[in-house]
């Protein structure tokens, strides 16, 4: 990039330079742009340190403005600028090289079916490696409107087979909600798992319809976006969007509602469920669901999910589960 200065209607040898450092001119460029208007001075000579250090911040997230110039035509006021500026911004270009290529950094463009082979895949890979694992879990219920509050701390074990076995920690609240909400909550989740309904609610092409949406950085991860709709609609399928990590090719993000109503009694549930990497694992680490109830109104329960310590099958299986996706 160069830039071209008129003094006495002839080019300064400033233009036939090679500018040591790009930043270092976007920035002065931009202070001698006509579109520059701070309400001081718009040219170099009139422009001091202090207020071009102010500025430099806002420089650097606008645009280029293309060579047009309003300047009073110093060459020596602007090689010594540039120079003062060269001593605020070279400590600073570490950092700015970092974020360029954050910035710069996007998943490889996949198709919604390659994406898909690779997440099942994947899936496989990870529940072949895993022996199972154990975790603890706070469920916590809220309802305002009718005052109903309740909390349940569990000890819950997955085994080899897929078995969930819970052991009740802490409680506290209500009772009527504890043990007719919370515990009911448990016990079709021990229930489910000992009939092996993992397979209907596993969200692959098999049980759901997909459509990518685009992609987005999710807890500083790249993931892929999409839409989920189930083949056969049940109070256990969802429908909405699902966030795929553009490296596992694992589900970090689940959000949307129950494709079926699970009650007259309500109007809607809204549910977002959020995974986590443990060792090469991803594992559930919140869900988070609001249910609208025609007489009790907005209900809120919310489980986290912590301590875990998974069991892996075989170092082999292990392996491929990390470093085979992009092979």
Known sequence: MRIGLVTGGRKSQMARRQPESPIVWLVVRYFCSAEFRPGFGTCLRHTTLKQAERLIPKAFILPQLGDRSAHCGNAKHYRMLRRKLSGVLMPMLPSLFFLA????????????????????????????????????????????????????????????????????????????VRNYILRKMIEAEVESSQNGERKETRIIPENYDFRLVGTEALDGRDSYVLEINPRKPTKFSIRGRIWVDAQDFAIARIQGQPAKNPSLWIRSVQVVQRYGRTDQFWLPALNHSVAQARIFGATEVVIEYSNYKTNVRQVQARSRAVGELHQ
């Open 101 to 176: 290529m954050m910035q710069g950094s996007t998943p490889p463009s996949l198709t919604a079916p390659q994406i898909l082979e690779r997440m099942v895949q994947a899936d496989n890979d990870r529940v072949a490696a895993l022996a199972g694992y154990s975790g603890v879990r706070h469920y916590r219920f809220d309802n305002r409107k009718s005052n109903k509050h309740a909390e349940l701390t569990v000890r819950m074990s997955c085994g080899n087979d897929g078995v969930k076995t819970f052991e009740v920690v802490t409680e506290s609240g209500s009772g009527f």
